[in-house]
């Protein structure tokens, strides 16, 4: 069984930074996409950042310039950087990979449980 656990989530006056994590454990083959998205109050779930297994990166407009997603292929693990935060950055932040294990070789996504981002003006 694969697991994503993320951590780093937590209030940050706008102007600030914070620092997601992601963790994947488990029979772990290999991981080839990674990505943040994130659901604000009240809306869909969309989006944030994708780094692929060969660490090409991806962003959605809004954060171009104030995140940055990175990998640790050794920890199986997923960044993401976020700095100069807005209220509208306000989101409950889930991390997501598409990962090879031993019960799945062919690959198959997972999520993690989310944490909350809240950015106060």
């Known amino acids: 069984q694969v697991r994503l656990v993320e951590s780093g989530g937590g209030l940050v006056q706008a102007g600030g930074s914070l620092r997601l994590s992601c963790a994947a454990s488990?029979?772990?083959?290999?991981?080839?996409?990674m990505g943040w998205y994130r659901q604000p109050p009240g809306k869909q779930r969309e989006l944030v950042a994708l780094i692929s297994s060969g660490s090409s990166t991806n962003y959605t407009d809004s954060v171009k310039g104030r995140f940055t997603i990175s990998r640790d292929n050794a920890k199986n693990t997923v960044y993401l950087q976020m700095n100069s935060l807005i209220p509208e950055d306000t989101a409950v932040y889930y991390c997501?990979?598409?990962?090879?294990?031993?019960?799945?070789?062919?690959?198959?996504?997972?999520w993690g449980q989310g944490t909350q981002v809240t950015v106060s003006s």
């Open positions: 488990g029979s772990i083959f290999s991981i080839n996409r």
């Open positions: 997501n990979a598409d990962v090879r294990s031993r019960s799945y070789p062919w690959g198959r996504d997972y």
